[in-house]
């Protein structure tokens, strides 16, 4: 039972180049998040998955996209990277009867 | 809307020594209560969460009681060890959403 697993564990990209940040979960969750969590301003929701299927924006959607391909996988795309997207992703899933939401290990991301 | 305040840190104690991380909330309803530790280098874990008022939480010798009165959650731990040292969250998920609020997060550092 991995959990919730993330790739890549780091990456540097330039500005304007683009990538997906992949997770997925072995607990059966129907819900699923991405955060990125910047120094000093704790977690901020980027977009969430109630279900397979359906996405809604979080609190920072800008430049960002989001595909819920299966239960198991939701994956976050940057489409033309920029500097101020520099950050630690976390992708999370939660467990439905109790709310507790189970982390991956985080995406270090670079942009320069 | 819905928001957590925690105390600015980092606190820093000696081993053993008696530990307290402030958190109160905003919200308009009665919210579930968590607080998540995250380990350097690591993505968050639940740490302990309470339900309604006055309920306990408890784990690894950490408590949290949750107080409607004064809209707090306080994190406590009679004697604190280098183990401990982490970030604490402290985070809240109000009605049927299946959303959390987390606050900024407070760094605790322990020394030997």
């Known amino acids: 039972n991995a959990g919730v697993t993330q790739t890549p564990k780091f990456q540097v990209l330039k500005t304007g180049q683009s990538m997906t940040l992949q997770c997925a979960q072995d607990?059966?969750?129907?819900?699923m998040y991405w955060y990125r969590q910047d120094p000093g301003m704790g977690l901020r929701l980027i977009y969430y998955?109630?279900?397979?299927?359906?996405?809604d924006k979080g609190e920072v959607p800008n430049g960002y996209n989001v595909s819920r391909l299966n239960k198991r996988e939701f994956s976050l795309r940057l489409e033309s990277a920029a500097p101020s997207q520099t950050s630690v992703y976390f992708c999370?899933?939660?467990?439905?009867?109790?709310?507790?939401?189970?982390f991956g290990p985080g995406t270090r991301l670079t942009v320069t | 809307g819905d928001s957590v305040t925690q105390m600015e840190g980092p606190v820093t104690l000696s081993e053993e020594a008696f530990l307290t991380i402030n958190c109160t909330y905003t919200a308009t309803g009665y919210p579930s209560l968590f607080w998540y530790v995250q380990y350097p280098g690591e993505g968050l874990q639940l740490l302990l969460k309470?339900?309604?008022?006055?309920d306990k939480g408890s784990n690894k010798g950490f408590e949290a009681t949750y107080r409607k009165e004064t809209t707090s959650f306080h994190l406590e731990k009679g004697s604190v060890q280098v183990s401990d040292s982490a970030v604490y969250f402290c985070?809240?998920?109000?009605?049927?959403?299946?959303?959390?609020?987390f606050g900024g997060g407070t760094r605790l550092m322990v020394k030997p």
């Open positions: 985070a809240l998920r109000l009605g049927a959403g299946n959303m959390l609020t």
């Open positions: 309470a339900t309604k008022a006055d």
């Open positions: 607990m059966n969750h129907n819900s």
């Open positions: 998955s109630a279900s397979e299927g359906t996405t």
């Open positions: 999370a899933s939660m467990r439905d009867e109790t709310y507790e939401q189970y």
